[in-house]
Structure formats: structure tokens, C-alpha cells
């Protein structure tokens, strides 16, 4: 069932959360074997489940009341481990609950587990995972995306109606594409990021995936709002599910031009073009816009979040928490703590910060990477002067094939050049399922201005009732 169905079972008395637990639970069994989209299961999920039975009981009436759901595991859990796909914290288990997950579990939720990422969600995959990669439940043999691979896959296969991840630069709408799922970005500071390990402090975000609009509406009226924990969380109500019956008759949709060239797999640009063709018939004033600006994006991206990815991933040197190498002092130690518990991929990153920040290559690289993340902001709010929502392909083509650029990082990167962009202009971006291409999902990318993130909800339950959520189904594991 979908998560506002089992929300409204539990609050009727027609569905026993415990009953509703203990059946998903049993899915995982039988399917994440083969998947890999948990890291850890939460022992007490049956009793946080009763917990929420007598709170109905007590007659409360809960939004998200007995509605399974998973996290992405740089999100922290009080008393369960949170290794952010990483050796550097395999022990790590912290003493405080990020506010995204408390907030859901208040509303009713209840977390059944932890789920795979790439490591310090850094990549685009989920194979730099330093626990195993996890498999795209459409085709074993391909990807799901990353780095919320394991939270998109979970959704995807039926685990988990709804799962939590983070997107720093498509992090969560990239794998919803590949997943055929729906992945929300929301607006910079709209979703408190209290509690999720760090990885480039000024573009991370943290968002919901799930199976159906309403489900990630719903989820966001208990995500957003202001957070005191959080300076960079903002002061807005949220009104998502309300804003589902909006009327989109009458407006202003763009899709963007550089996003349809070459590079872009033909069955992408035919399911982008079809996306934009079901809203004409909505009556949305559907055109075209230029942003040339974006061709700088990718470059601009990789030397903000890796600059900051440098200075953020300085804590883990084995002298507070996480793993720890001996050595003769303590910058050997150090040395070999860094040199033995991360990755390949997150080593490559801090060195490449670390380098645009050095003296003498400051202002050649990060400097001018932060005005062309200027530019870039400009150029949306230009072209939003015109128009109310803009549309791009969320990745350029369908999921890939398990090995096929892990060895080659720059075709990796190309895998975000659609999503980094409203990460740099802090701008809320849905992923929403619009096709299949040889039984694969592809995914369509709406973008809004900023805190008008409900509007994107709005679009996009009007494309879900015109199309008959044709293009959102639970993936079946009898191809891989």
C-alpha cells in the first residue's frame, strides 16, 4: 500500500501497525538478498509500531500513523549505527536522532532500517559504498543511482512506501529516475539538516522518496519547517497536500534547451517531449528557454562540493570518533586512519579540494566557481521572470550497467549534469516517473523557484491523474 492508504487504515482502526511492520519487514527478508538497499534493520520497529497503536488508541490522529519507512544512512539515529557507507564510522552510533526522522517517527512513521549509499554520499551510484553496491530492483545487473541508491531502491521494490535521503547534487532525484520513483529536493533550508552527516554544508539536502505524489505530500507536511537546531533552516508552513488539486491550467512551463542536445539518450528526450506534451493538455503554456550558463554547472559543482567536502571530512582522523590506526604520533596515526578507512571516491574528492583551496589556486578555481554559481543563480532568476516551473531530463539517459564508469570518474560526474544545478541555486526539484526505455524507468526533472516547492507537487499530481500513474509501479526482480 501507499503510505497515505496505510496511514488512513491505522487511524480507522482497519489496519494493525504492528500487522502492517511485520508484513514489510517480511519483504525485506525475502527481497533485499538480492538488492542490498539495507545496511541495518531497526530492532525495535514491531515496538515502535505498538507505541503508535496505542497513540491511536489514546485517540490521536496521526498523518503518518504505521507507515513503514527507511533511511538513508548519513541521516542520524539515536542508538543505531550510522556508518554513511563508510569504514571510517562502521561503529559509529550516535547519541542524537536527526530532526527529519524524529519528525517523521512523531508524525507516526516507524523506521524499519538504515539503507546503502555511496560513501559520505559521494557519487552517483551507490557502488562506492564501502559495504557493497546495491542493485537497481528494474535489472540486478544495473545501478540505482546514488548516492540514496539503497532509499530509492527500498521504495522501488516495495520494502518501504516512503524512505528519507539527502541530495547534494541529485542525490535523490537522479536514483528516483533510475528507480522509477519520485524524489524531492526540497528548497535550501525548507527541511531541517540537523543530524545528517555533512558532506558540502551549503548545497546538501534532505528529501523524501517515495511511490506516489501524495505520499511525498504528505511527508512533507511533516518534514518541513523551521528547526532551531539548524542555522540555515527556514520559516515557512507548509501547505503540500493541499496543493494537489491546484488548478495548473494557465501556467508558464519551459523546458531547457541545453538539457535536450547531445548527450541526452533519445528515449530520455522522447519521455521529457511527452511529459511536456501531457501538460499542454492540461492547458500549461508550455514554451522553451536558453540558460547557457548551465554548461558551467557540473565544473562549478565539483569544486564547491568537493572544497567543502575538504574542509568537512577533516574530522574524521581518528582522534574523537570512528575508527583508529596506530602510528608512532599522532599525524602518523592520523595518516593511517584516513589512508585505510576511506574510500577511493572520497579520498579523490578531499584531494581535489583540498587543491582549489590551496594557496595559490584559491581564486583560480574555487573563487571562480562561486561566480559561476552567481551566474547560475541569475540565469533561473531570469528565466523565471517568464515562467513558473522549468522541465530537463533528471539523468541523460536510463540507469547503467553495474562496473560500467566505476573505474571512470568524469563519466560518472556526467550522470548529475541535469541535477547539480538547483543544488547551486538552492532550488526546490522533483524527479517524476515519465517512461520506460527496454523495461527501465526514466525519470522527468521539474524545477521551481525558490519556496514555491508546492507548486512542483501541484504539476506533478496533475501529470499522476492524466496518466493514470501509468509510469509509477513497484519493480518486479524477475528480470536480473
Given at each position: 500500500?501507499?503510505?497515505?492508504?496505510?496511514?488512513?487504515?491505522?487511524?480507522?482502526?482497519?489496519?494493525?501497525?504492528?500487522?502492517?511492520?511485520?508484513?514489510?519487514?517480511?519483504?525485506?527478508?525475502?527481497?533485499?538478498?538480492?538488492?542490498?538497499?539495507?545496511?541495518?534493520?531497526?530492532?525495535?520497529?514491531?515496538?515502535?509500531?505498538?507505541?503508535?497503536?496505542?497513540?491511536?488508541?489514546?485517540?490521536?490522529?496521526?498523518?503518518?500513523?504505521?507507515?513503514?519507512?527507511?533511511?538513508?544512512?548519513?541521516?542520524?539515529?539515536?542508538?543505531?549505527?550510522?556508518?554513511?557507507?563508510?569504514?571510517?564510522?562502521?561503529?559509529?552510533?550516535?547519541?542524537?536522532?536527526?530532526?527529519?526522522?524524529?519528525?517523521?517517527?512523531?508524525?507516526?512513521?516507524?523506521?524499519?532500517?538504515?539503507?546503502?549509499?555511496?560513501?559520505?554520499?559521494?557519487?552517483?551510484?551507490?557502488?562506492?559504498?564501502?559495504?557493497?553496491?546495491?542493485?537497481?530492483?528494474?535489472?540486478?545487473?544495473?545501478?540505482?543511482?546514488?548516492?540514496?541508491?539503497?532509499?530509492?531502491?527500498?521504495?522501488?521494490?516495495?520494502?518501504?512506501?516512503?524512505?528519507?535521503?539527502?541530495?547534494?547534487?541529485?542525490?535523490?532525484?537522479?536514483?528516483?529516475?533510475?528507480?522509477?520513483?519520485?524524489?524531492?529536493?526540497?528548497?535550501?533550508?525548507?527541511?531541517?539538516?540537523?543530524?545528517?552527516?555533512?558532506?558540502?554544508?551549503?548545497?546538501?539536502?534532505?528529501?523524501?522518496?517515495?511511490?506516489?505524489?501524495?505520499?511525498?505530500?504528505?511527508?512533507?507536511?511533516?518534514?518541513?519547517?523551521?528547526?532551531?537546531?539548524?542555522?540555515?533552516?527556514?520559516?515557512?508552513?507548509?501547505?503540500?497536500?493541499?496543493?494537489?488539486?491546484?488548478?495548473?491550467?494557465?501556467?508558464?512551463?519551459?523546458?531547457?534547451?541545453?538539457?535536450?542536445?547531445?548527450?541526452?539518450?533519445?528515449?530520455?528526450?522522447?519521455?521529457?517531449?511527452?511529459?511536456?506534451?501531457?501538460l499542454e493538455d492540461l492547458g500549461v503554456e508550455m514554451g522553451e528557454v536558453g540558460l547557457p550558463e548551465l554548461d558551467y554547472a557540473l565544473a562549478a559543482y565539483y569544486l564547491v562540493a568537493t572544497s567543502e567536502a575538504s574542509s568537512n571530512l577533516a574530522r574524521y582522523d581518528g582522534t574523537l570518533y570512528g575508527m583508529r590506526s596506530a602510528g608512532a604520533d599522532l599525524i602518523a596515526a592520523m595518516k593511517a586512519t584516513r589512508a585505510r578507512f576511506l574510500g577511493q571516491e572520497v579520498k579523490r574528492r578531499?584531494?581535489?579540494?583540498?587543491?582549489?583551496?590551496?594557496?595559490?589556486?584559491?581564486?583560480?578555481?574555487?573563487?571562480?566557481?562561486?561566480?559561476?554559481?552567481?551566474?547560475?543563480?541569475?540565469?533561473?532568476?531570469?528565466?523565471?521572470?517568464?515562467?513558473?516551473?522549468?522541465?530537463?531530463?533528471?539523468?541523460?539517459?536510463?540507469?547503467?550497467?553495474?562496473?560500467?564508469?566505476?573505474?571512470?570518474?568524469?563519466?560518472?560526474?556526467?550522470?548529475?549534469?541535469?541535477?547539480?544545478?538547483?543544488?547551486?541555486?538552492?532550488?526546490?526539484?522533483?524527479?517524476?516517473?515519465?517512461?520506460?526505455?527496454?523495461?527501465?524507468?526514466?525519470?522527468?526533472?521539474?524545477?521551481?523557484?525558490?519556496?514555491?516547492?508546492?507548486?512542483?507537487?501541484?504539476?506533478?499530481?496533475?501529470?499522476?491523474?492524466?496518466?493514470?500513474?501509468?509510469?509509477?509501479?513497484?519493480?518486479?526482480?524477475?528480470?536480473?
Open positions: 500500500m501507499d503510505a497515505i492508504r496505510i496511514a488512513e487504515g491505522v487511524n480507522a482502526g482497519r489496519l494493525d501497525p504492528v500487522a502492517v511492520v511485520t508484513e514489510h519487514l517480511a519483504r525485506i527478508e525475502s527481497q533485499d538478498g538480492r538488492i542490498h538497499a539495507f545496511l541495518a534493520l531497526n530492532p525495535r520497529a514491531e515496538e515502535e509500531a505498538r507505541a503508535v497503536a496505542e497513540r491511536v488508541s489514546a485517540g490521536e490522529r496521526l498523518p503518518l500513523a504505521g507507515v513503514p519507512f527507511a533511511v538513508k544512512d548519513n541521516l542520524a539515529t539515536r542508538g543505531l549505527a550510522t556508518t554513511a557507507g563508510s569504514k571510517i564510522l562502521a561503529d559509529f552510533v550516535p547519541p542524537y536522532t536527526a530532526t527529519a526522522v524524529a519528525r517523521l517517527r512523531a508524525a507516526g512513521a516507524v523506521l524499519l532500517g538504515k539503507t546503502n549509499l555511496d560513501e559520505f554520499a559521494m557519487g552517483s551510484s551507490t557502488e562506492h559504498s564501502a559495504f557493497g553496491p546495491t542493485k537497481n530492483p528494474w535489472d540486478l545487473a544495473r545501478v540505482p543511482g546514488g548516492s540514496s541508491g539503497g532509499s530509492a531502491a527500498a521504495v522501488a521494490a516495495g520494502m518501504v512506501p516512503l524512505a528519507l535521503g539527502s541530495d547534494t547534487g541529485g542525490s535523490i532525484r537522479q536514483p528516483a529516475a533510475y528507480t522509477g520513483t519520485l524524489g524531492f529536493k526540497p528548497t535550501y533550508g525548507r527541511v531541517s539538516r540537523y543530524g545528517l552527516i555533512a558532506y558540502a554544508s551549503s548545497l546538501d539536502t534532505v528529501g523524501p522518496i517515495a511511490r506516489s505524489v501524495a505520499d511525498l505530500a504528505a511527508a512533507m507536511d511533516v518534514l518541513a519547517g523551521y528547526d532551531p537546531k539548524d542555522a540555515t533552516s527556514l520559516e515557512a508552513e507548509a501547505g503540500f497536500r493541499a496543493a494537489l488539486n491546484r488548478p495548473v491550467q494557465g501556467l508558464r512551463v519551459a523546458l531547457i534547451r541545453e538539457t535536450l542536445g547531445p548527450g541526452t539518450d533519445p528515449a530520455v528526450r522522447e519521455a521529457t517531449l511527452r511529459f511536456a506534451g501531457v578531499i584531494f581535489m579540494g583540498t587543491f582549489a583551496l590551496s594557496s595559490g589556486y584559491y581564486q583560480a578555481y574555487y573563487g571562480r566557481a562561486l561566480k559561476a554559481r552567481g551566474a547560475i543563480a541569475r540565469a533561473f532568476e531570469r528565466a523565471f521572470a517568464d515562467h513558473d516551473l522549468l522541465i530537463t531530463p533528471t539523468a541523460p539517459t536510463p540507469a547503467f550497467r553495474l562496473g560500467e564508469k566505476v573505474t571512470d570518474p568524469l563519466s560518472m560526474y556526467l550522470t548529475d549534469v541535469n541535477t547539480v544545478a538547483a543544488n547551486l541555486a538552492g532550488l526546490p526539484a522533483l524527479s517524476i516517473p515519465a517512461g520506460f526505455a527496454d523495461g527501465l524507468p526514466l525519470g522527468v526533472q521539474l524545477i521551481a523557484p525558490a519556496m514555491q516547492d508546492e507548486r512542483l507537487l501541484a504539476v506533478a499530481a496533475a501529470f499522476e491523474r492524466a496518466t493514470g500513474g501509468s509510469y509509477q509501479r513497484v519493480a518486479s526482480l524477475d528480470r536480473g
